[in-house]
T-cell receptor, first 113, second 114 residues
Framework: AQSVTQPDIHITVSEGASLELRCNYS??????LFWYVQSPGQGLQLLLK??????LVQGIKGFEAEFKRSQSSFNLRKPSVHWSDAAEYFC???????????FGQGTELSVKP | AAGVIQSPRHLIKEKRETATLKCYPIPRHDTVYWYQQGPGQDPQFLIS???????DKGSIPDRFSAQQFSDYHSELNMSSLELGDSALYFC?????????????FGPGTRLTVL
């Protein structure tokens, strides 16, 4: 079955510290992988995506993610967190050509001053 | 850049009433998706349309129906509303022709059923 697991429900980091949000997926075909961010009561904003090629992808707001096929993982990283990064982060997997997205449960990020 | 537009942004209905949610995709996008996000939940796929034809169906209740029109906008019709239908409903759009396969989400419609 296709699924996405985000093991951490809630993470708290200090402002300026590094961040890594974990994402593991189970998908039969070659996956398309995404990270979205959602502020409270808001829509989903695309941070970055992986389709093929270089396994380290850069996104907006200084985020990056690394695709590791052997570990079925697509972890999101940021070297220095800002207070404005506090939000809910969703990892998602989909097929190409208009396939639905399957989301993980989300990781809520809190940032301490 | 133009984004996905959803209307209304907020909607309050009574049980057993009907609701219609509208979605206007990004220009040149040919595929529309609907997702439902309950409180504290991840978004769940409901249904999608490509070139005005239903392309995939998820856990959409029989009380719900949707369609995509000739101008590519889509409407989600919800009847006999239940308390459990209270959620944030997202529309997303993408373009197969542009080969981006990336779904861009609208701001959502928050439906509250009383």
């Amino acid at each position: 079955a296709q699924s996405v697991t985000q093991p951490d429900i809630h993470i708290t980091v200090s402002e300026g510290a590094s961040l890594e949000l974990r994402c593991n997926y189970s998908y039969g075909a070659t996956p398309y992988l995404f990270w979205y961010v959602q502020s409270p009561g808001q829509g989903l904003q695309l941070l970055l995506k992986y389709f093929s090629g270089d396994t380290l992808v850069q996104g907006i707001k200084g985020f990056e993610a690394e695709f590791k096929r052997s570990q079925s993982s697509f972890n999101l990283r940021k070297p220095s967190v800002h207070w404005s990064d506090a939000a809910e982060y969703f990892c998602a997997v989909g097929a190409r050509q208009g396939g639905k997205l399957i989301f993980g449960q989300g990781t809520e990020l809190s940032v301490k001053p | 850049a133009a984004g996905v537009i959803q209307s209304p942004r907020h909607l309050i209905k009574e049980k057993r009433e009907t609701a219609t949610l509208k979605c206007y995709p990004i220009p040149r996008h040919d595929t529309v998706y609907w997702y439902q996000q309950g409180p504290g939940q991840d978004p769940q796929f409901l249904i999608s349309f490509y070139e005005k034809m239903q392309s995939d169906k998820g856990s959409i209740p029989d009380r719900f129906s949707a369609q995509q029109f000739s101008d590519y906008h889509s409407e989600l019709n919800m009847s006999s509303l239940e308390l459990g239908d209270s959620a944030l409903y997202f529309c997303a759009s993408s373009s197969r022709d542009l080969s981006t396969d990336t779904q861009y989400f609208g701001p959502g419609t928050r439906l509250t059923v009383l």
